[in-house]
């Protein structure tokens, strides 16, 4: 029996809405967004050079793609994917991702924030784009990014971002920012499990831990159980050490 094959790019972002006039559409939008996800993938970050990589690599692109036109300009690169339905494309990504990749019982996806490069612009008056990000450690590869509102913080963000991911059996990694209750919640909710930062930002609950393990290390005995784990790592003519003891209640 022959395993599933991935249905075609086309099919995962046939509900993205093309911005453009009927008049306009000089070329295929589903050429536009594979050739700007291939120079992505190569670095590109501007229209200029995602139209520089179409145009060196034009033989290569007309094997798997219509180019009725040939290649987009870098006009055409910039205002198609700025006039995108934010909510859609990362929806269409994601659905191609799944098809593509499958994330294995307990991978660690790692959520931390980032301002995307580039982004601020003084002259023109824009501030920089916040973003969370998913990124799955062992497939080395982006899940999923969601926007951080202006009027909100990636508290807010990260849950939004959960939602679209398929977690089951997975462990996520979050920040201090992300150590909340609710952010905890979804998580479970989701069958995944999580390893939460806890920083002076949980004052009370930061404290009662510090307070007991300062309290087992001084005694030098524990009355529960407990696992240790040690590691020495040496890098860059540095040498890092860490042990990590794990405890399943905190009642003593």
């Known amino acids: 029996m022959t395993e599933p094959q991935p249905a075609p790019l086309q099919e995962h972002f046939a509900e993205l809405t093309d911005p453009r006039v009927e008049r306009g559409k000089v070329h295929l939008l589903l050429d536009i967004l594979v050739i700007a996800l291939c120079a992505g993938i190569c670095g590109a970050d501007t229209g200029v050079e995602m139209a520089a990589y179409g145009r060196a690599k034009e033989e290569g692109l007309k094997r798997f793609l219509l180019l009725p036109n040939g290649i987009p300009s870098h006009d055409t690169f910039a205002r198609v994917l700025a006039r995108l339905k934010p909510e859609e494309l990362p929806r269409c990504f994601l659905n191609w991702m799944r098809a593509v990749r499958e994330l294995t019982h307990g991978a660690v996806v790692a959520s931390d924030g980032k301002t995307l490069r580039r982004a601020f612009d003084r002259a023109a008056g824009k501030g920089a784009i916040p973003m969370v990000s998913a990124w799955a450690t062992a497939n080395r590869v982006v899940l999923g990014q969601q926007q951080v509102d202006e009027k909100s913080n990636e508290i807010t963000a990260i849950p939004a971002l959960r939602r679209l991911l398929e977690l089951e059996g997975c462990i996520v ?80």
Not at 196 to 208: I, M, T
Not at 210 to 222: D, I, P, Y
Request: hydrophobic share 40%; net charge negative; proline share 1%.
């Open 173 to 252: 990694t979050l920040d201090a920012m992300g150590c909340q209750k609710a952010i905890a919640r979804t998580i479970v909710e989701q069958g995944a499990d999580y390893v939460l930062a806890l920083k002076g930002n949980q004052g009370v609950r930061h404290d009662e831990v510090e307070l007991f393990f300062t309290g087992a290390r001084q005694r030098a005995v524990w009355h529960i159980p407990y696992r240790f784990h040690h590691t020495v790592d040496g890098e860059q003519g540095r040498i890092e050490e860490r042990r990590y003891w794990r405890v399943s209640e905190l009642d003593w």
